[in-house]
């Protein structure tokens, strides 16, 4: 039995009809039950709460775990409890790259390594998904704005991601290893907004913010030395931050996605 936490969120609920689908028995952890296949157990809980977890674990042979909470090492202490020999962390590329300001994922990745059981870390780099955020004003006025118009990132698909952990946590030949997961290439803010009207056939507009509206805006949703982190590398990436990996190559045997792909997959966002 495969543990997926956040198991109805943008990789979890992926991941969860993966492995379903591949005919493993699955509990999905989530703190809200969502939609979710038929045949796999729900259990209403919290990665902030590792002692109501543990009902969720007992009999898991698998965890794909989230950076969530405050406490890595008692979640795994009851994941081993459990019986959990094998896990997946879903951390951040920033754990590497940056790691005093992506701390949180960070001391999971370290919790993960010291739990002694078999683990796997999964670091992408931004979603393409984040381009959902777009939806809204490109629905209303086919207009997408963000900061750092001309600076490339590699962005990952979630499908990817999804596919990655689902192989990860179900095959062998993947305990101790960190991969790096990025898209097929870099794509800058103004690409992508096109990219999303070659999907919907039609022009959507760039609208360049200053670093300073984009801070005021992500301030509304995240802690401000996340906010920074997050625009150190959105407007001066390291090498390594612009670097497009090959593991999810390594790991599926196929090219990584484009953002375009995402895009057209996911068209009916923008409409």
Known sequence: ?????????????QLVRLLTDAGEQVTAVSRNAGPLPEGVRHHRGDLGDPAGLKAALAG???LFLLVAGQEPGAVLDAAAAGGVRRVVLL???GAGTRPHAYAHPA???EAVRASGLEWTILRPGGFA???LAWAGP???HRTAAAPFADVALPVVDPADLAEVAAVTLREDGHAGHTYELTGLAAISP???AAAIGAALGTEVRFAEQTREEARQQMLAFMPEPVVEATLAILG???????????DVERVLGRPAGTFAGWAARNAAAFR
């Not at 039995?1 to 609920?13: C, D, K, P, S, Y």
């Not at 001066?236 to 090959?246: H, I």
């Open 1 to 13: 039995m495969i543990v997926v936490t956040g198991a109805t969120g943008n990789v979890g609920g």
């Open 60 to 62: 898991a042979d698998a």
């Open 91 to 93: 951390s951040s590329q």
């Open 107 to 109: 001391a999971f990745e």
């Open 129 to 131: 998904s984040n381009a």
């Open 138 to 140: 490109i629905r209303a």
């Open 190 to 192: 103004r690409e992508r």
């Open 236 to 246: 001066a990436p390291t090498e390594a931050e612009r670097r497009v990996s090959p």
